[in-house]
């Protein structure tokens, strides 16, 4: 493994590691501070408007906030598969027999 991360064409691989992991937490706080400030769009438009939740603000706030919660739950799929993306990227690095063919 040292061997490995020593060779400076796979650092730059695995050298992409942490700009990929910042993005996904920067991805998880943009999205609580979003659904933070929807919900309490939502809070403040239930107290003012005279319908309550049969207002069409309210009911749109209420979709954006469904429609966004997809997004969560996709995270973790998308780091599995930034994840097997670079251990391919690896892999293929270390076995270059593997990639040509002789045909």
Do not use: C, W
Request: aromatic share 4%.
């Amino acid at each position: 493994m040292r061997q490995l991360l020593s060779n400076k064409k796979h650092k730059g691989q695995v050298g992409n590691i942490p700009g990929i992991v910042m993005t996904i937490v920067l991805i998880g706080a943009f999205l609580g501070a979003g659904f933070l400030i929807l919900q309490e769009f939502l809070d403040q438009v239930e107290d003012t408007a005279s319908d309550g939740e049969n207002s069409s603000a309210y009911q749109g706030v209420n979709d954006t906030i469904d429609a966004l919660l997809t997004v969560p739950e996709l995270l973790g799929l998308i780091v599995l598969v930034i994840v097997i993306g670079i251990i391919i990227a690896v892999l293929m690095g270390v076995f270059p027999g593997a990639r040509m063919s002789n045909a």
